[in-house]
């Protein structure tokens, strides 16, 4: 098969393994920037223009898509579909994971539990919308944030306030969700491939940050994750659409809460931990499927 990383760097970690995975089970593979592509949409021919040829004889493609340019890249990806490409993760699954907002809403729905959560537009007392999630502390999500960058601790109503009214005034969406602080500034990293678990790492915040994420200078530790946990995981993963995904849980008194669930997730941290080679399990995954694509349902 010829498989295509979509990627904007071949040098990044997670790319360059998921190149050498292709290449040693046996297939082609090819990095493909989707920023540099052309979306050609003409009736009844889709097609991508990459380098000044058109994309031609791609079996399967793996994107990895930065938020940064997050709706021209689900746009490659949706063409590539058009292409009847097989993708590991499809355009809309990558749009309603990215949206915190949204994902949260369809996790609320499929069931699947998550942090007390608020979100409202100029709301008229600031203090009674702190006290619906039971802060403080609370913590305040930027809608567009990622990698821990926009996320703050407001550890009383009169920093919450502060923080509140900063976002309103710089005209930033964003969320406001419970604290939970048994999970002691720790979270676990869930890697779900399919409808299955395939590792899992617990990460805890550097000293003095309650955000757990390993480019915040977190630190990270294989754990088995109980049962419960592990149907958590995979439910989120489902409910969103996501076949390749990272899980974050917290794990608090009432059971796992999902936090997010990440359609391009990094392999650095989660295979120097657990030692697994998940860029191989990501190709196998592909050619378990290439010929029966198990399409997307979620229609939300």
Known sequence: MKIAVLSTNPDLYST???VEAIKQRGHQAVVIDHVKCFVMIEGGKPTIIYKGKPIKGIDAVIPRIGTSVNAFGCAVVRQLELMKVFTTVKSQA??????????MQVLAKSGVDIPKTVFAKNPAQVTELIHMVGGPPVIIKLLE??????VVLAETIKAAKSTIEAF??????????EYIAESK???????VIGNKVIAAMKRQGAEGDFRSNLHRGGEGCIIELSPEEEHTAIAAAKALGVRIAGVDLL???RGPLVMEVNSSPGLRGIEEVSGID?????VAYIEDKIVTDEGDTVGV
Request: hydrophobic content about 40%; overall charge positive.
């Open 168 to 177: 309103y005034g710089l005209r930033a969406n964003f969320l406001i969700q």
């Open 278 to 282: 998940i860029a191989s399990l990501i």
């Open 94 to 103: 990558i749009l309603r994971s990215r949206d915190k907002l949204r994902s």
């Open 185 to 191: 500034g720790a979270d676990i990293r869930a890697f």
């Open 145 to 150: 944030g990622t990698q821990g960058v926009g």
């Open 251 to 253: 794990q608090s008194d």
């Open 16 to 18: 360059r393994r998921l």
